[in-house]
């Protein structure tokens, strides 16, 4: 199939972009690297009356060090996050993310906001954000990454706002963090995701993020409040794990029923946790 007639503008600069969306509302659709609005468009699943182009905006297209964050800009690339050094030695659970994104092919086009814009709750990078405490950045107000996913594809932007960036709280001295996730082949949505993120200091865990993915409508926090205050041994991530599948109610699909996809995340949640564990010390 093909898209729907539409209306292509090609915006200059961020500013631009955002009155384009302020003079056109819902019928305005953003385009960044578009790996997923593409297939969206050709399978007439979006019928947008206006294409916005970002990619000739200026300045939207860099990684930079910000104050305790990496702030990444809306053009850049998957690939390009996953070859930077920044990226690598300032926040690597996003390091260890990208590589699961899609593939190459979509990796060389795709964008990290654009992934974060999109919000599908099986993605890998809006679950790493929240598990970091990270946020996203509008072309009006910073939007905490917890409080930025409504549901399934669903934000909290409005109709003229602009994801101009994201940020991405840099690694801390006794802190390590882990992402896994299930999917029937490398690159296919996943099934069961978990991200953690925990400080550690004297062989005790300070502070802890846990959030969990695809087997909700949203990547969202669970409680990891039992890991603050010990030490986590194989008996502590079991217990932390077991608690976390149960407060889940994966709805069924083709590849798994809910109890298969609720004992996934059992597994993925005792691996991240053990696994941050190890990298905070």
Same mark, same amino acid.
């Given at each position: 199939?093909?898209?729907?007639?539409?209306?292509?503008?090609?915006?200059?600069?961020?500013?631009?972009?955002?009155?384009?969306?302020?003079?056109?509302?819902?019928?305005?659709?953003?385009?960044? +690297?578009?790996?997923?609005?593409?297939?969206?468009?050709?399978?007439?699943?979006?019928?947008?009356?206006?294409?916005?182009?970002?990619?000739?905006?200026?300045?939207?297209?860099?990684?930079?060090?910000?104050?305790?964050?990496?702030?990444?800009?809306?053009?850049?690339r998957?690939?390009?996050?996953?070859?930077? $050094?920044?990226?690598?030695? $300032?926040?690597?659970?996003?390091?260890?993310?990208?590589?699961?994104?899609?593939?190459?092919?979509?990796?060389?086009?795709?964008?990290?906001?654009?992934?974060?814009?999109?919000?599908?709750?099986?993605?890998?990078?809006?679950?790493?954000?929240?598990?970091?405490?990270?946020?996203?950045?509008?072309?009006?107000?910073?939007?905490?990454?917890?409080?930025?996913f409504?549901?399934?594809?669903?934000?909290?932007?409005?109709?003229?706002?602009?994801?101009?960036?994201?940020?991405?709280?840099?690694?801390?001295? +006794?802190? +390590? $963090?882990?992402?896994?996730?299930?999917?029937?082949?490398? $690159?296919?949505?996943?099934?069961?995701?978990?991200?953690?993120?925990?400080?550690?200091?004297?062989a005790?865990?300070?502070?802890?993020?846990?959030?969990? +993915?695809?087997?909700?409508?949203?990547?969202?926090?669970?409680?990891?409040?039992?890991?603050?205050?010990?030490?986590?041994?194989?008996?502590?991530?079991?217990?932390?794990?077991?608690?976390?599948?149960?407060?889940?109610?994966?709805?069924?699909?083709?590849?798994?029923?809910?109890?298969?996809?609720?004992?996934?995340i059992?597994?993925?949640?005792?691996?991240?946790?053990?696994?941050?564990w190890?990298?905070?010390?």
């Amino acid at each position: 199939m093909k898209p729907v007639p539409f209306a292509y503008v090609r915006a200059e600069s961020a500013e631009h972009a955002v009155e384009t969306l302020r003079a056109h509302g819902d019928e305005a659709k953003i385009l960044a +690297g578009g790996q997923s609005l593409l297939p969206a468009l050709n399978m007439r699943l979006v019928r947008p009356g206006v294409l916005v182009d970002l990619n000739f905006a200026a300045g939207l297209d860099g990684v930079s060090e910000e104050n305790s964050s990496l702030r990444i800009g809306a053009l850049v690339r998957q690939a390009a996050a996953q070859r930077s $050094g920044l990226v690598r030695t $300032g926040c690597p659970l996003l390091a260890e993310s990208l590589p699961l994104v899609g593939h190459v092919v979509t990796r060389n086009r795709g964008t990290v906001c654009g992934s974060v814009a999109h919000a599908d709750s099986a993605a890998e990078l809006p679950l790493a954000l929240v598990a970091l405490g990270g946020e996203v950045v509008t072309s009006s107000r910073t939007i905490p990454a917890a409080e930025f996913f409504v549901t399934h594809f669903t934000t909290t932007l409005e109709p003229d706002e602009l994801v101009i960036a994201t940020k991405w709280p840099r690694l801390e001295p +006794g802190e +390590g $963090g882990a992402l896994e996730e299930f999917a029937v082949r490398h $690159g296919d949505f996943a099934l069961a995701s978990a991200a953690c993120v925990l400080h550690v200091e004297e062989a005790r865990v300070t502070a802890a993020r846990l959030a969990v +993915g695809s087997v909700t409508d949203r990547p969202e926090l669970v409680d990891s409040s039992a890991l603050v205050g010990h030490a986590v041994d194989a008996d502590a991530a079991r217990s932390i794990a077991a608690e976390v599948a149960s407060s889940v109610d994966p709805p069924p699909n083709l590849h798994g029923s809910p109890d298969y996809r609720r004992r996934l995340i059992e597994v993925l949640v005792e691996r991240v946790v053990t696994r941050a564990w190890a990298a905070a010390r």
